[in-house]
């Protein structure tokens, strides 16, 4: 449990620090990584932890609704975070609130932490070797959509928070949310003070957040709907990484 905390911590802080000390890199390429992220992330969440909920023996039209309650949930979290989850990038002038960001943000990556509790992935007994027992595929995915949400959220700190102390902290802010949301799922369910079927329920809710940045990643990596075979290739090599994974880890 741990070392997925430190893994999560470090994707948000190692990023952002290195924004913070260069101030500059490759936009270009980085879209080309939020298209293969995006990818990945779409294709682990169908053929992984879709079907891993469905096999919890819980009713499927009500995890489905929990899917859907966390694509919409998603959606509006968007509305205050300015898409930076998604590694929306902005320019100076665009107004935003540093709280309503951060809690945003927080909330979409304490939620994707709790579902990295051993807990929800005791029943892996093949993976019992990887990472305490949690699913290094998801962790995959969410570490590759934390990077560019690092980089644009401090970029946009950079531009509009005049203190470099202030962007850093706010930067560690989000950075915590995803080891904390590991922390306290892991404990609710080890001292049972938790349902038995609620950490299923963060599961679908994240699987249904998932569905909706990596789908809208696709949306923005072209908005005029032009086919580019070069995103078209990368988006299918994300893919082709993700169903390897699912059959060797």
Do not use: C
């Not at 990038?89 to 665009?94: A, G, W």
């Not at 404990?187 to 569905?211: C, H, K, M, R, T």
């Amino acid at each position: 449990m741990w070392l997925n905390a430190i893994i999560l911590f470090l994707s948000v802080a190692l990023p952002g620090l290195l924004l913070l000390r260069f101030g500059d890199f490759s936009l270009q390429r980085l879209r080309y990584f939020l298209i293969f992220a995006g990818s990945y992330l779409f294709s682990m969440t169908i053929i992984h932890i879709i079907p891993d909920l469905f096999e919890t023996g819980q009713d499927p039209y009500y995890l489905s609704l929990w899917i859907l309650l966390g694509f919409f949930l998603q959606r509006l979290l968007e509305n205050f975070s300015s898409g930076v989850e998604h590694g929306h990038f902005h320019s100076s002038d665009h107004s935003f609130s540093v709280t309503y960001l951060l809690l945003a943000l927080s909330l979409h990556s304490f939620l994707e932490g709790s579902i990295m509790t051993d807990a929800i992935h005791a029943g892996h007994q093949a993976e019992k070797m990887y990472l305490d027992g949690s699913s290094p595929k998801i962790l995959l995915g969410i570490v590759m959509h934390k990077i560019p949400a690092a980089l644009a959220l401090m970029s946009l700190l950079m531009a509009q928070v005049a203190s470099r102390n202030k962007a850093l902290l706010l930067l560690m802010v989000f950075a915590l949310a995803s080891p904390m949301g590991l922390f306290l799922a892991d404990y609710f369910s080890e001292n049972a003070l938790l349902p038995a079927d609620s950490l299923q329920i963060f599961f679908a809710v994240v699987a249904g957040s998932f569905l909706q940045i990596s789908t809208t990643i696709f949306i923005e990596s072209d908005p005029k709907h032009h086919f580019k075979w070069n995103k078209f290739s990368i988006a299918v090599l994300g893919a082709i990484v993700a169903v390897t994974a699912q059959f060797l880890v």
